[in-house]
């Protein structure tokens, strides 16, 4: 079963057995998925074709999310 992606730079409070509760914080782009694996584990499924460019976050985005 897969997951959608994530759809904010950050999200959580996720629970971790080594920090406790934290944050996560994705900086890859938010609508696509750009891992060059196809892993039959990934929670978000397979790998779309050529993905073209990339439009990553700006540094400001991500700190105004935080």
Known sequence: MTIPLQRGIVYGPINSRRLGRSLGINLLPLHIK????????????????????????EVHTVQDAV
């Open 34 to 57: 750009i891992c060059t694996f196809n892993c039959v584990y990934c929670q978000y499924g397979w790998t779309e074709g050529n993905q073209g460019k990339q439009l990553w976050p």
